[in-house]
């Protein structure tokens, strides 16, 4: 009877070691946990060589190509990683979401490691998993980038705020406005270069940032505020807060009647010419001039030169004391106006 006992206890643990999950790395060898130690440890082959003997051995096992998709992914291969994983999910559905959330985990490492590229990739296969993650990575970007932009790290809150609006472009109007704000509490100095990195992020927003701009500079001291506008942006931005001439600004500007082409402030040439802007005083090298109101002539390199009305001259020599002589038809008022930048 004893023997017959040890007998069928002897066959029954012999069937459970055979045909029983611990038989594949469950009570008496458990390569999964094996492979996670090696993992920690850093022994990135061995980890691998004993989970894909796991998964020789035991192809049904989802949890095994869970693992070593994991790994792959962690030391950054993608194709692997993803074949991997395609056979957890298709062994057991419920992987998609460990998976979906080893990607979002993935991703967020990378962003915070300045891997965007890689980052968006982690991001986009989440997605693709669980479509419903579309909205969470777009709030959870939009709260770290501005957590980023009130401790000072502008170029990460961008970041963060261009990976939002990938993933929600509905968010540009909104990501606007906060910058907006943002750059309305800083200094003058330093809100240019916010400025500016708003215009790289969405040129979009040009209309916003003139505005802002603009709104500025009638609560700021003119000059050094048109320096910074110089310093920090192009011609086009400038005209848009100053208007269409800017940097030019006006220096002179007088009405005078012609007197045809005989008389003239100058008796020795009684050539009707009129003397204007005195160089050295009201006009120097790189001003430009032109007349408004009427058509006219300029002694110009030693003779009267005819110019259209709103043509503008630019001063590329002088002599100090001299003046600029005009004339026009008798009775008609011209008027001499001089821009300096």
């Avoid at 040890?6 to 055979?18: I, S």
């Avoid at 503008?312 to 100090?320: A, E």
């Amino acid at each position: 009877m004893k023997r017959h006992w040890a007998w069928t206890v002897a066959v029954t643990v012999a069937f459970v070691l055979t045909f029983s999950p611990l038989a594949h790395g469950g009570l008496f060898s458990n390569r999964i946990d094996k492979a996670r130690d090696f993992a920690k440890a850093n022994m990135i082959d061995k980890a691998v060589e004993v989970l894909n003997q796991e998964i020789e051995e035991n192809p049904t096992n989802a949890e095994a190509h869970y693992e070593l998709g994991s790994i792959y992914l962690d030391h950054g291969e993608f194709g692997h990683a993803e074949a991997r994983f395609k056979g957890a999910i298709a062994l057991d559905g419920k992987y998609k979401e460990r998976v979906a959330k080893k990607y979002m985990d993935t991703g967020n490492a990378m962003m915070n490691r300045g891997k965007e590229h890689e980052a968006r990739r982690s991001f986009d296969v989440a997605v693709s998993i669980q479509p419903n993650l579309l909205q969470k990575i777009a709030d959870d970007f939009m709260r770290s980038a501005q957590a980023r932009m009130e401790r000072g790290d502008f170029n990460g809150a961008f970041r963060g705020f261009e990976t939002a609006a990938y993933y929600q472009p509905g968010l540009r109007s909104k990501i606007g406005e906060i910058c907006l704000q943002k750059a309305s509490q800083l200094p003058a100095s330093s809100s240019m270069e916010f400025y500016k990195k708003m215009l790289a992020y969405d040129p979009g927003l040009k209309s916003q940032v003139v505005k802002s701009l603009k709104d500025r500079s009638q609560n700021s001291d003119p000059g050094e505020f048109e320096g910074l506008i110089k310093q920090n942006f192009d011609e086009n931005v400038g005209k848009a807060i100053y208007g269409g001439d800017w940097p030019w600004k006006e220096v002179y500007r007088k009405t005078f009647v012609g007197v045809g082409y005989t008389g003239g402030d100058d008796l020795k040439y009684n050539d009707g010419g009129i003397k204007t802007t005195k160089s050295g005083q009201d006009l120097f090298v790189g001003d430009r001039y032109t007349v408004i109101d009427n058509d006219f002539e300029v002694w110009r390199d030693g003779g009267w030169k005819k110019f259209n009305k709103g043509n503008w001259l630019t001063v590329h020599k002088i002599k100090p004391g001299d003046f600029q002589s005009f004339r026009s038809e008798k009775g008609e008022k011209f008027t001499v106006v001089v821009q300096r930048k």
